[in-house]
C-alpha cells in the first residue's frame, strides 16, 4: 500500500485478555517502530525492528508486552494479560533505514481500550 | 538520556498572526532534531527535520524552525497560521533510530 496500515483501528477487550496489533509497513522499508500514545502525551517508544531482529526493544514496559516481524515486513505487537493501564493508541511507523534522521511514516494507529 | 520539554501545553492565535511553539531538548551529543503535527484521526505527519548544516530549516506548508544549540532549542515559526494548522505539534530528537517525543502542543486558531 500506499501508507502504513494498522489493523484494527480499534480494538476493546477485556481486562486480562491477550490482543494482537498489526503493522503493515511501506512496502521496501527495513525499519520498523512501534511507539505507544497515552491521553495528552507525546508518543513513547517501545520497539525497533531492523529487518527480522528487534534493534532496540528497551521501551517495552514489561514482559506482557512482544513484538515480531518473521519475515522482515508485516509486525504483530503482542499484549499478555492486558490492564486497563494499556489502553492508549499503538503507532506504528516505518523508514528506508534505521540511520538516525530517516524519516518515519507514521500510520494512523490502533486504539486499545481495555475494560 | 535524552529528553524533549515543550513547555506550552495550548496555544491560541487568530487566524493570520504569526506562530511559534518551543521545544527544548536535551542529549548529549549533536541531535537530530524533528517537528510532527497531528490532525484528529491523523497520523503524525512530518513538518521538517534537522541533521546538522544550516540552522534554519524550512519545512512543509510554511513551517520553519531554528535550531540554536546555545539555548538547547528548536522552535518551529510560521509567518501567518491559516485556520487548517489547527492540529498538535509535536518536537522529537532521534538517536540510534528511535524518537523521543515531546508531550506536545496544541495549536487553536481563532477565525
Known amino acids: 500500500g500506499a501508507g502504513v496500515s494498522q489493523t484494527p483501528s480499534n480494538k476493546v477487550t477485556e481486562k486480562g485478555k491477550y490482543v494482537e496489533l498489526r503493522c503493515d509497513p511501506i512496502?521496501?522499508?527495513?525499519?520498523l517502530y512501534w511507539y505507544r500514545q497515552s491521553l495528552g502525551q507525546g508518543p513513547e517508544f517501545l520497539i525497533y525492528f531492523q529487518g527480522t531482529g528487534a534493534a532496540d526493544d528497551s521501551g517495552l514496559p514489561n514482559d506482557r508486552f512482544f513484538a515480531v516481524r518473521p519475515e522482515g515486513s508485516v509486525s504483530t505487537l503482542k499484549i499478555q494479560r492486558t490492564e486497563r493501564g494499556d489502553s492508549a493508541v499503538y503507532l506504528c511507523?516505518?523508514?528506508?533505514?534505521?540511520?538516525?534522521?530517516?524519516?518515519?511514516?507514521f500510520g494512523q494507529g490502533t486504539r486499545l481500550t481495555v475494560v | 538520556a535524552q529528553s524533549v520539554t515543550q513547555p506550552d501545553i495550548h496555544i491560541t492565535v487568530s487566524e493570520g498572526a504569526s506562530l511559534e511553539l518551543r521545544c527544548n531538548y536535551s542529549?548529549?551529543?549533536?541531535?537530530?532534531l524533528f517537528w510532527y503535527v497531528q490532525s484528529p484521526g491523523q497520523g503524525l505527519q512530518l513538518l521538517l527535520k534537522y541533521f546538522s548544516g544550516d540552522t534554519l530549516v524550512q519545512g512543509i506548508k510554511g513551517f520553519e524552525a531554528e535550531f540554536k544549540r546555545s539555548q538547547s532549542s528548536f522552535n518551529l515559526r510560521k509567518p501567518s497560521v491559516h485556520w487548517s494548522d489547527a492540529a498538535e505539534y509535536f518536537c522529537?530528537?532521534?538517536?540510534?533510530?528511535?524518537?523521543?517525543f515531546g508531550d506536545g502542543t496544541t495549536l487553536t486558531v481563532k477565525p
Open positions: 542529549y548529549g551529543a549533536t541531535p537530530y
Open positions: 512496502s521496501g522499508h527495513t525499519a
Open positions: 522529537a530528537v532521534g538517536s540510534l533510530g528511535k524518537s523521543t
Open positions: 511507523a516505518s523508514s528506508s533505514g534505521g540511520r538516525d534522521g530517516t524519516e518515519a511514516f
